[in-house]
Structures are given as structure tokens and as C-alpha cells.
């Protein structure tokens, strides 16, 4: 049954496709979208920019989210369902797809015609794309099946005709060679979701309140009454271990007693793929609080005064700050094993302690001596890693669309 419908689905989107060549584009129409109909990454912080400080297009969020798509109208945005009419009527006629993924966060069969740049949402430690070695994405990406490039997994290899980077190095030894793009394709003009880190606290927090939800928002106001000072935990996704959590939660109850001491909270948001069940037996904690997985970290980040991550690339935006952070990597041998690779020249780069039980946990992540000994490496990885530190991505990328070639 799942078969059909994605063959429908396919044969139905390339029919579509195929008659909206004979719609002209616009370049002064731009489409966004995200990965999972979320409103969050690279995206949605180029968006809002465009939204307000690009007049003379028109920028439109896409989703398949219902909901997103009325809260971003009640907002005063311009939003519509992926595969309304009005929606496949303005990917088809948009002169720019903006995506976080992959193509599909727009409409991926209304690209063609269309400049698709690829935003990607981190600088990557561990081997991506067509850098897989091993794992389960390993033979999707080097051996697909003519169903998976074709119907099922099209997507992932449409390549963007643009990709954003963060510098110049990110994109000739990490980007360019994994999505097979030359580099004169990429853009080195920083990440828009990261502008939110440069801005101050205040800003960080009005932006929670004006596009989360309402258990998040919820959440910020109990952090704020507390002092606002509070810990971050941004574990990835494993490919090969979906409940990982359920493995880590013997370490966080000894960290629990340790942030219990200091009364001080640990906010965990798990990544967008892992399942519920992972986070049994870790709700229930006294410090420990949950945000949605669905929910933009980067406003948190901006607020939190110590992160804890294992193999995200938010380790390297919170580099942007300055500030405590713990590598916590209980199950790394099996991740390499069974999972993905690391890039060598990525391991090269040291951001703070690494750590692999929950005792030594604790004590690295409130150890104020031994973070700051971290902060030489630290300025070396943001000179090698980001060209433009002090935030303004976004209005760079509005200035470069604006300034192609209408006739492209």
C-alpha cells in the first residue's frame, strides 16, 4: 500500500512538474520551507528577513502542517499548504526555493526551473551525503535502488544549484565534496539561524514568545523565573539506534542530583527524528524539562549558559558564544561502528571536555577552570569555521538573491 501511494504520489508530482515549465517564474517570489513541516533552521530565520526587509518580493512559507500554516498567517505572514492549489500554483511560479534539506521541504517536483539553494542546517562532524562510508545510509546514497532515486528518495538527489556555508574552508573540505557540488557553488555568507546568537537576550526571548509554541513558551517563563540561568542538552540522531535515550538515562539521573544541588534546570530538546518512548524514565526528573523536538533551539542556545551535545553540529554554533559546553559521548565507539564516520580533520578541532558517564558529566559541565582552559582551541575552530562571526547572514543572502541575474 505504502508503495502505491508513493508511486502515485511520484507519477502525479512529475506530471505537475512537467506542466509548470510552462508557467514563467518570478524572481521576486521566494519559497521556504523546512524539514518535517517544522518552523525552524536556516529557513525560517531567512524568511522572517525576507519577509520584512525585502519589499519587493514576496516571501512564502510552504508547509504540509495545517496548523504552522494559520499560526503563520495570524502572524501577518504569507503561508500556504505544500499541495494546496494556491501552494503548488506559487512553488511552481516562485523564481527561488529555499530549503533547510532537501528539496522536498518546498515542493521538490516544482524546483526544476526554479534557483534551489540548499541552506543545510549545521557544519558537519560526522560524514554526510555522499561522504557516507558506512551505516544505514551508506547504500542509499552509494548504491540506490531505481525505486529510491527515482520514487521514493528522489529527493535527496536533486542537487541545489546553490549551497550555504559558513566559510570558505567549511565548503572546499566538508560541503562541496559531500553533495558533489563544485565550490564556486557554495555560498560562504554564514548560517541566518545563527544571527539570533549575536542579538541580546532580551530579542532572544521575544522571539520565543512570538513563533514557538505554547509548551515552549511555557517552558521560557518557568527558566525565567528561575533566574534564567540554565543548561542545555542537544543530543543527535543515531541511524542505527533510534531509542539511544532509553540507554542514557542512568547518566542523566546522576546528573539530575548534581544540577538538584545548584537548582539549576536542564532543558533537553531530542532531534526531530527520535521517537517518543526514547525519553522514558527521564521525564520524570526534578531539573530535567523536555522542549518539543519541533521547536527552533536556537533562541534557547542564545539564552542557555552551558550545553551539553554529543556529535551536533550546534556544538560548533555555540562556539559563536563563547561559552561552557561538554562533548558527553557515552556510546561513541558504537555510533562509529554501526552509525556514521567522523570527518579527521573535524576531530582535529577540540571544543571542551569529552566525557562518558554522568558523574564525569557533571563535574566538566560546572568545572569553570577547566572550560576556560578550552578557550584558545576554541577562538582557533571560529576562525577556521566561520567567516562572518558576528551574525548578519541573513540580510547577506537576501543581498545576494536580489543581486542575480533576472534572467537566470
Not at 530565520?45 to 498567517?73: K, M, N, T, Y
Not at 559531500?178 to 555560498?187: E, G, I, N, Y
Request: aromatic share 10%.
Amino acid at each position: 500500500m505504502r508503495a502505491l501511494r508513493e508511486l502515485a504520489v511520484a507519477i502525479a508530482g512529475r506530471l505537475i512538474g512537467f506542466l509548470a515549465r510552462l508557467v514563467p517564474r518570478s524572481p521576486k517570489i521566494w519559497v521556504f520551507g523546512a524539514p518535517a513541516n517544522s518552523f525552524g533552521e536556516n529557513s525560517k530565520h531567512l524568511f522572517i528577513e525576507a519577509s520584512a526587509q525585502v519589499p519587493e518580493i514576496c516571501a512564502v512559507w510552504l508547509s504540509g502542517d495545517a496548523r504552522l500554516v494559520e499560526h503563520l498567517q495570524r502572524l501577518g505572514f504569507c503561508a500556504h499548504l505544500r499541495r494546496s492549489l494556491s501552494g503548488l500554483w506559487i512553488a511552481a511560479r516562485a523564481g527561488y526555493h529555499f530549503t533547510s534539506s532537501y528539496a522536498s521541504d518546498s515542493n521538490e517536483y516544482l524546483t526544476r526551473g526554479a534557483v534551489l539553494v540548499s541552506l543545510w542546517h549545521g557544519i558537519p562532524l560526522k560524514r554526510i551525503e555522499f561522504d557516507i562510508q558506512q551505516g544505514p545510509l551508506r547504500a542509499l546514497f552509494h548504491q540506490p535502488t531505481a525505486w529510491q532515486r527515482h520514487i521514493a528518495q528522489a529527493y535527496l538527489f536533486r542537487r541545489p544549484d546553490y549551497l550555504l556555508s559558513t566559510s570558505p574552508w567549511v565548503s572546499s573540505e566538508l560541503l562541496a565534496p559531500a553533495f558533489r557540488v563544485p565550490t564556486v557553488q557554495c555560498l560562504d555568507l554564514g548560517y541566518p539561524r545563527d544571527d539570533v546568537l549575536a542579538a541580546d537576550g532580551s530579542a532572544a526571548m521575544e522571539h520565543i514568545r512570538r513563533y514557538s509554541t505554547q509548551p515552549a513558551i511555557a517552558l521560557a517563563d518557568e527558566v525565567r523565573s528561575r533566574g534564567g540561568d540554565f543548561c542545555l542538552y542537544l543530543p543527535t540522531w543515531r541511524d542505527h539506534e533510534p531509542n539511544f535515550m532509553t540507554h542514557v538515562a542512568a547518566h542523566l539521573q546522576v546528573l539530575n542530583a548534581a544540577l538538584a544541588q545548584r537548582d539549576v534546570l536542564l532543558v533537553i530538546k531530542l532531534h526531530i527524528n527520535t521517537p517518543a518512548p526514547a525519553i522514558t524514565g527521564i521525564g520524570a526528573l526534578s531539573h530535567l524539562r523536555l522542549l518539543p523536538s519541533t521547536e527552533d533551539i536556537y533562541p534557547w542556545l542564545r539564552l542557555a549558559a552551558r550545553l551539553i551535545t554529543d556529535y551536533s553540529s550546534v556544538a560548533y554554533d555555540y562556539l559563536l558564544l563563547d561559552r561552557p559546553l561538554v562533548i558527553f559521548a557515552p556510546d561513541e565507539s558504537a555510533y562509529v561502528s554501526n552509525s556514521r564516520s567522523f570527518y579527521p580533520l573535524m576531530q582535529e578541532i577540540v571544543l571542551g571536555p569529552r566525557v562518558s558517564d554522568g558523574a564525569a558529566l557533571a563535574d566538566a559541565l560546572f568545572d569553570d577552570a577547566r572550560q576556560l582552559a578550552f578557550a584558545p582551541a576554541r577562538q582557533r575552530a571560529r576562525d577556521r569555521l566561520f567567516a562572518y562571526p558576528a551574525g548578519g547572514a541573513a540580510r547577506r543572502i537576501c543581498d545576494w538573491a536580489r543581486s542575480l541575474p533576472r534572467s537566470r
